[in-house]
């Protein structure tokens, strides 16, 4: 049986960093990527993260705790979306990369990218980030219900070119297909760091 998810702490400022025991594994992506919708699938509970019809309202980091007390799965604030003022993007930016730089307790930052949509730059510059702070990636494409079988093995090939030949898992929170096999990376990585 898959653990269940427990928020435990909320952060909006670096400053309130809180002191954690267990390892982190941080989630992040664009906005709208469905970041939300496959924590709660991951946690197998409906209400747990909000799911958003409009993007862009996430702003802290949300510490959850596993019930099985492996990991801590750190929600990232979504990043690139448009109507937030340039400004507020930058300082999204300063807290996700403040948080993911020197951090001794993250072992893998799973990066959620849209399985309908070719890469894209904002997360090049997030995978460039990772691969300068030896943080280990884990890609995860999403919605991948979404796109014919043709359209998602391409879409792994895509990122594969991009990522040293690694292909992105293929996840769907509406049909919960690769969220056990999520749970397998996230333990593996928590676990062993690899
Ligand atoms: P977030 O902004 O990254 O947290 O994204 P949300 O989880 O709020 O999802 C954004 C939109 O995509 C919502 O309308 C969700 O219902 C939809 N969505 C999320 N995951 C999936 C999925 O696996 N399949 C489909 N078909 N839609 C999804």
Redesign the pocket.
Known sequence: MQPRLILEHTVYVLAQLPTTQLPHIAFA?R????????INALAGQKDL?????T?GK?RSLNFYRSSDETLYLVDLP?YGYARCSKAEQAAFGRLIEGYLAKNAALRALVL?LDCRLEPQKLDMELVCFAGQQSIPLMPVL?????CSLRERSQRQKDWAVLLDGRAPLL?????GFGVAELWDGLRRFAVTGA
């Open positions: 992506g906005s709208n990527v469905g970041k939300s919708s496959l993260a909000k799911v958003s019809a993007p996430t979504g959620l999403t919605k991948a219900d979404k996840c769907s929170a509406a049909k």
